[in-house]
């Protein structure tokens, strides 16, 4: 069974940064696209940044542009989420997910997506 481990998440201060990761077992991890997700309570889970099987396509929510990466290292079987100049309302639960395909142009959604972890907790102070 396929399985997502996110960590790196915490308490951070208004224009911190932090640096999730996802560690993914039980999968061909190398060829399939990987996107991060995350929801507050009583929200809707948003979609937070995409990346293609092989690194080089990104996507990423407007909220996200310029202050997030997205990246993977097919060796390691680990996606990271690298957060800089953090806001309050950034804080909520971040979710990595396993997309169906390689790459689309629609992995902002998340029914592009077949597996989730359980997600960690990222909580930006002001």
């Known amino acids: 069974q396929v399985q997502l481990a996110e960590s790196g998440g915490g308490l951070v201060q208004a224009g911190g940064s932090l640096r999730l990761s996802c560690a993914a077992s039980?999968?061909?991890?190398?060829?399939?696209?990987l996107g991060w997700f995350r929801q507050t309570p009583g929200k809707e889970r948003e979609f937070v940044a995409a990346i293609g099987w092989n690194g080089y396509n990104t996507d990423y929510a407007d909220s996200a542009k310029g202050r997030f990466t997205i990246s993977r290292d097919n060796a390691k079987n680990t996606v990271y989420l690298q957060m800089n100049s953090l806001k309050p309302e950034d804080t909520a639960v971040y979710f990595c997910?396993?997309?169906?395909?390689?790459?689309?142009?629609?992995?902002?959604?998340?029914?592009?997506?077949?597996?989730w972890g359980q997600g960690t907790q990222v909580t930006v102070s002001s």
């Open positions: 997910a396993r997309a169906r395909l390689r790459y689309s142009d629609t992995l902002f959604s998340d029914s592009e997506y077949s597996y």
């Open positions: 039980n999968t061909q991890f190398s060829v399939y696209a």
